[in-house]
DNA sequence: GTTGCAATCGTTATCGGTTACGTTTGCAGC
DNA sequence: GCTGCAAACGTAACCGATAACGATTGCAAC
């Protein structure tokens, strides 16, 4: 019915069940006082119309919608992870999900679309935004969890801890014999990429290992950065023996360029990441790797934010999960120790 | 600013600027017939409040509101590939995506519930809808696109041509050799799982070799579903020589319960599957399988709802995409020939 | 026969923003 | 000096739904 036609009302309902719109908002919200009989026709003359309450207008009405949103600029495979996480964490909670994502993916990108979208669902559709795109300090009249935010930030937020994990790979190749390591870094600004450099630089100067500036190539997390800087690093004639890259993509991406160079992983080339992605199982080696479980991110960042929606939140500000190193076959003993 | 209190509105601005909502409005907007000395005034207000217009009020005022909805009850891989195919016809376009996912996923699943929420978007939020969940008919005030819909259905929608892809995998079976094939079916009553369906029995017809109903196990495209179906077509006495089943999904999880029966894939089994996921290239053997490029069906499905919307589609109703044949490690000529 | 109290239902203000329409103001033209 | 007109801005209705409040009704108790 009505298929191209104006879209059902609320008062299409009323006129119809001959009562006011008041009670059929009643009879839709289940409250008390309407008779049963007019209950009857009034369900009748919705399933005629085949009505649905406008989300638009009720959450313009109503303070909350149990509507909860989600802010990000790609659809990555992590994202679908953390997506999947959130799915968990509101599964049978009561609260829905809403996703927004610009469609400016490669234009102006004027950095504070985050920020604006934030506030364009936060006025009202939304109880509560998770924002999954490097965000600093974002205001908003409902609460907020930042994934992976940017450095030093100190909204409510959820991180893996990417110090540790990536120390642990580091010192994962150093024990395997490994003095030169490269590192593929990740997006300047961010908290993790931060973190992780920072784990790296730690390591190594815990172990003694002098550390080669050349030896650091920057980043973007985009698989596609780390292409030419990978390439470099595996051009020089004291390349490395590692590559450590900040995220699973750049690291799959150098197992490609690796190959491509006619290098064997891990006989002339160990190579290890961050994130482990589904795709870091079943590569080729298999990819050594960090877990952080971006489902888990997810489902904590949900779960964080229906308390601060609810108002009964007692955990820290900030949430750090722990990571878990995965040891594939991409890493091994170097051939020749220094 | 306003962390935690009331978000900011537009009659705030028009306070602190000293004129009406109205001109406000008109400054948001660009609109005629406001002196310049006012328009800095209103602006200046707006950025001091960081006021950002509500989606929801300018949505259920205007009829129109450039965003676009997308409504799905799963983050699959899939889900993943084809919204990028989405955001990338979206891109630059000046329309947004709003995704919509309800929390009840475990739950009541009411099969009604897509064109529930289809209705909630359309009547305001959005000016046209994707669906990626299995929808027949739905009514609604705004266009709709299908991807992937029911059997039979007549709206507008995007599929892939699961009949020739179908068909071209049992060809392929055939011509190595295979005579007893065994199918894993798809969820009864999508259009997608039928046509596969018919395009293996087709293929079979036209070669000549009798079907075997008990070579047809019913599964629902859920990998997990296939679990029991394949061990259970591989503990037969008359076991087939090759699997082909209706996803990638699937056929990963029977090549999973191949090793454990310690059958080597493909010596002495084949599998096949359908959709090319990421995850089937990288998978041991490489799996053979139909691309149907997700993101392709994404970007159709967008583009398409995209003319609907601005009312110029010329266009068929239903768009198949075309599908190729991708042949990897996992399917060679049977050990032993009938 | 009144009064009182529930139950039932309609009226209306409201959410935040848009827009048709009306009003004020400034200024040129007669 | 009066008229005409357009620019600039405010007023108020409206989008679809909700909820406080008021109005009506039926029925039991006095």
């Known amino acids: 019915m009505a298929k191209g036609g104006a879209p059902v009302t609320m ?26 009989s007019t ?12 009505y649905e309450p406008s989300l638009v207008a009720t959450s313009l009405r109503r303070s909350r919608t149990n509507v909860l949103g989600l802010v990000t600029h790609t659809f990555q495979s992590y994202t679908a992870e953390v997506l999947k996480g959130v799915m968990d964490a509101l599964s049978q909670s009561g609260f829905d999900l809403i996703i927004y994502a610009n469609s400016d993916l490669y234009g102006t990108y004027s950095d504070g679309w985050e920020q604006r979208h934030l506030a364009r669902l936060s006025g009202t559709l939304t109880d509560g935004c998770i924002a999954v ?10 609460p907020i969890v930042v994934i992976d935010p940017v450095k030093g930030s100190t909204v409510p937020s959820v991180t893996a801890d990417n110090f540790a994990g990536a120390t642990a790979v580091v010192e994962h190749l150093l024990g395997l014999g490994h003095r030169r390591i490269g590192f593929i870094a990740g997006r300047a600004g961010l908290e993790a990429a931060w973190s992780r450099e920072e784990g790296y630089r730690r390591a190594l100067a815990k172990a003694g ?10 980043g973007s997390f985009n698989p596609e950065s780390a292409a030419p800087l990978a390439r470099a690093l595996l051009d020089r004639v004291d390349r490395p023996t590692a590559i450590f890259a900040a995220s699973d993509g750049m690291a799959l991406k150098t197992l490609e360029v690796a190959k491509d160079l006619g290098l064997s992983v891990p006989g002339d080339l160990s190579v290890a990441g961050f994130d482990n992605i589904p795709e870091s199982a079943l590569a080729e080696p298999g990819l050594t790797t960090v877990d952080q479980s971006m489902d888990r991110l997810g489902y904590e960042a949900a779960r964080m934010l229906k308390s ?25 003993v170097p051939k020749t120790s220094p």
Not at 12 to 36: E, F, H, K, M, P
Not at 39 to 50: D, N, Q, S, W, Y
Not at 133 to 142: A, D, K, N
Not at 209 to 218: E, F, K, N, Q, T
Request: glycine content about 12%.
């Open 39 to 50: 209950v009857t026709h009034v369900r009748l003359a919705i399933e005629r119309l085949g």
């Open 11 to 36: 008062s299409d309902v009323a006129q119809l069940a001959g009562v006011s719109t008041a009670t059929v908002s009643r009879v839709v919200n289940g409250r008390y006082g309407v008779s049963a």
């Open 209 to 218: 290992v002098s550390l080669d500036p050349r030896l650091i190539a920057r």
């Open 133 to 142: 795109t490097p965000s600093g300090e974002v205001r908003s009249g409902t």
């Open 308 to 332: 601060l929606v609810r108002g009964d939140w007692e955990g820290p500000g900030q949430i750090v999960l722990p990571t878990r190193l995965v040891v594939r076959g991409s890493t091994a």
